[in-house]
T-cell receptor, first 114, second 113 residues
């Protein structure tokens, strides 16, 4: 069975501090990995993706994530957060060539404190 | 230009009514989806269509019926609305069925009273 676990449901962090949002997945086959951001009352926007190649992936708004196959993780990081980063963040996994279903984590609510 | 659009953005209706939500994408994608996001922000896929053909049909009451007139449109019709149908419904699209990224619409907040 495939699943995605976001270990923290809420993460408060002070402005300009670094942040890491954790994501682990379970799968016995190759995966594609994604991070999406959802601002209040908006749809989901793709932050970054890992399909293959370099395990360090850079995305929009200064975010990056590292794919760690041995630990089955894809943690999202930003060295210095802004108030505007306050949002819900979703990790998702899909499977190359195995159909088009995404499996989403339960989300992490990031609150940046002034 | 909006890549994935949905109408309406808000929908308030009474129990027992029938309503539709429309979705259009101008990305030239082959695959479209409907998701339901509950009050705890949990995202659940409902349906997936590839080039007008139903691919994924998760455990969803048969009161929900998707319709795809062409590959750029995927509408969601809901019969006999219930209180538990209140949620935000998202349409999404992707280039094909190989698991690549999905692009989401702005969502439709459905409130059933």
């Amino acid at each position: 069975a495939q699943s995605v676990t976001q270990l923290d449901s809420q993460v408060p962090v002070f402005e300009e501090a670094p942040v890491e949002l954790r994501c682990n997945y379970s799968s016995s086959v190759s995966v594609y990995l994604f991070w999406y951001v959802q601002y209040p009352n908006q749809g989901l926007q793709l932050l970054l993706k890992y399909l293959s190649g370099s395990t360090l992936v850079k995305g929009i708004n200064g975010f990056e994530a590292e794919f760690n196959k041995s630990q089955t993780s894809f943690h999202l990081r930003k060295p210095s957060v802004h108030i505007s980063d306050t949002a819900e963040y979703f990790c998702a996994v899909s499977f190359p060539g195995a159909g088009n279903q995404f499996y989403f984590g339960t989300g992490t609510s990031l609150t940046v404190i002034p | 230009d909006t890549a994935v659009s949905q109408t309406p953005k808000y929908l308030v209706t009474q129990m027992g009514n029938d309503k539709s939500i429309k979705c259009e994408q101008n990305l030239g994608h082959d695959t479209m989806y409907w998701y339901k996001q509950d009050s705890k922000k949990f995202l659940k896929i409902m349906f997936s269509y590839n080039n007008k053909e139903l691919i994924i049909n998760e455990t969803v009451p048969n009161r929900f019926s998707p319709k795809s007139p062409d590959k750029a449109h995927l509408n969601l019709h809901i019969n006999s609305l219930e209180l538990g149908d209140s949620a935000v419904y998202f349409c999404a699209s992707s280039q094909d069925g190989r698991g690549y990224e999905q692009y989401f619409g702005p969502g439709t907040r459905l409130t059933v009273t």
